[in-house]
Every structure is written in structure tokens, then in C-alpha cells.
T-cell receptor, first 115, second 113 residues
Framework: EAGVAQSPRYKIIEKRQSVAFWCNPI?????LYWYQQILGQGPKLLIQ????????DSQLPKDRFSAERLKGVDSTLKIQPAKLEDSAVYLC?????????????FGPGTRLTVT | GDSVTQMEGPVTLSEEAFLTINCTYT??????LFWYVQYPGEGLQLLLK?????DKGSNKGFEATYRKETTSFHLEKGSVQVSDSAVYFC????????????FGRGTQLTVWP
């Protein structure tokens, strides 16, 4: 079974530029999560999708971050314009719907550096 | 709100030493508890989990017991190996929040031969 795919793996941009990250979850997984992991901290949820609908985006800085999951499969997270404090690893995870333990499977992450 | 507190690192041990990484949580209801591991250059992987009080999760020689009375889920291993060097994250989720994970800050473990 293929795991969660993310691209790019690394990205360096200047502040005020825009950037987009892509995630393809495990086939058949209904729930998709985007987490932000700042160096030295644990991952923090940005947004959660159930199929193609948003379940929780309460921690997403909506003035600059946006995300979509068209057709309930892959997803894109965008930052526009980027700030220095957005430097972090952006993790995508997926889980099957209906599992009581809610185990999540993580992709390798995209490391973003904003200069 | 829901939160997880982990012991601060880094932790440095010699091979075959005993490992404990403390984790306590704050949550309403009955969360599920997890330990995730992040090896150098790799993504987060589930190490073990427990879904109800007194459950013991175990994998690869690691164990953790869900203690509701002390709101704890400490990670232990009797004899660590160099290959266990990684960052370990304690996390919780609740069904009412549809599985979103709340993570601790992570504990860096380095094992020397």
C-alpha cells in the first residue's frame, strides 16, 4: 500500500512570496489533515477535511493560508503572502473514516524556509 | 482545552540502558493516547497506542500504559539500542473532535554504543 505522498520536499522562498504544497493521501482514506511543525515543537493542526468538506480550520491563519481538497482526494495548502514565522515543516496525514482509534498516517513533510 | 505535556529533552543514554519518557495529558472525556516516533530524515510513524484506561500499548520493545487516575502515558523500554535514536512525540485524540491529534513538544533521544 502506497503511503501519503507530499511535494515538494523542500522549498525556500522570500517573505511576501507565495507557495503551495501538495498532498496525496492513502487511497480510500476519507479524512485528511494538514499540520504545521515549527522547529522544536510538536505538530499543530491547521485544517482537517472529511472527504471534500472542511471539518476544522479554527487554527488556520485565514488571512494568508488557504487549503482545498477537490474531489475528496488530494489536497493543496497555499500560503500567500509568506512571513518569516511560516518557516516550518508542513505535514499531511490521512486516516480512514469510521475507525474508532483514529490512527493517522503521515507523509514525509515539506520543509519551508522563508528568508 | 486538550493538551499534552512531555518531559523535556534531550535524553542521552548508553546502549542497553532503561528508558522512560514521561507524558501527561489534559482532556475531557476519554481520549485515545499515542506515541509517535520520528527517525532522522523520515516522517512521523505510529509507535503504539491505547484507547481506554489501563490498556497497554506495545511495539518494538516499547510499552506505555494508559493511566487515567494520573492522566499519564509514560513510554518505557527496558534496553535501548542505537537504532532507537529519534524524536518521540506523545499525542492524544478524542472522538468528539474527529480524530485531530494534540501533540507534545517531542523528546529527542540519543543512544550511544
Amino acid at each position: 500500500e502506497a503511503g501519503v505522498a507530499q511535494s515538494p520536499r523542500y522549498k525556500i522562498i522570500e517573505k511576501r512570496q507565495s507557495v503551495a504544497f501538495w498532498c496525496n493521501p492513502i487511497s480510500g482514506h476519507a479524512t485528511l489533515y494538514w499540520y504545521q511543525q515549527i522547529l522544536g515543537q510538536g505538530p499543530k493542526l491547521l485544517i482537517q477535511f472529511q472527504n471534500n468538506g472542511v471539518v476544522d480550520d479554527s487554527q488556520l491563519p485565514k488571512d494568508r493560508f488557504s487549503a482545498e481538497r477537490l474531489k475528496g482526494v488530494d489536497s493543496t495548502l497555499k500560503i500567500q503572502p509568506a512571513k518569516l514565522e511560516d518557516s516550518a515543516v508542513y505535514l499531511c496525514a490521512s486516516s480512514p473514516a469510521g475507525q474508532g482509534e483514529y490512527e493517522q498516517y503521515f507523509g514525509p513533510g515539506t520543509r519551508l524556509t522563508v528568508t | 482545552g486538550d493538551s499534552v505535556t512531555q518531559m523535556e529533552g534531550p535524553v542521552t543514554l548508553s546502549e542497553e540502558a532503561f528508558l522512560t519518557i514521561n507524558c501527561t495529558y489534559t482532556a475531557t472525556g476519554y481520549p485515545s493516547l499515542f506515541w509517535y516516533v520520528q527517525y532522522p530524515g523520515e516522517g512521523l510513524q505510529l509507535l503504539l497506542k491505547a484507547t481506554k484506561a489501563d490498556d497497554k500499548g506495545s511495539n518494538k520493545g516499547f510499552e506505555a500504559t494508559y493511566r487515567k487516575e494520573t492522566t499519564s502515558f509514560h513510554l518505557e523500554k527496558g534496553s535501548v539500542q542505537v537504532s532507537d535514536s529519534a524524536v518521540y512525540f506523545c499525542a492524544l485524540s478524542r472522538g468528539s473532535t474527529l480524530g485531530r491529534l494534540y501533540f507534545g513538544r517531542g523528546t529527542q533521544l540519543t543512544v550511544w554504543p
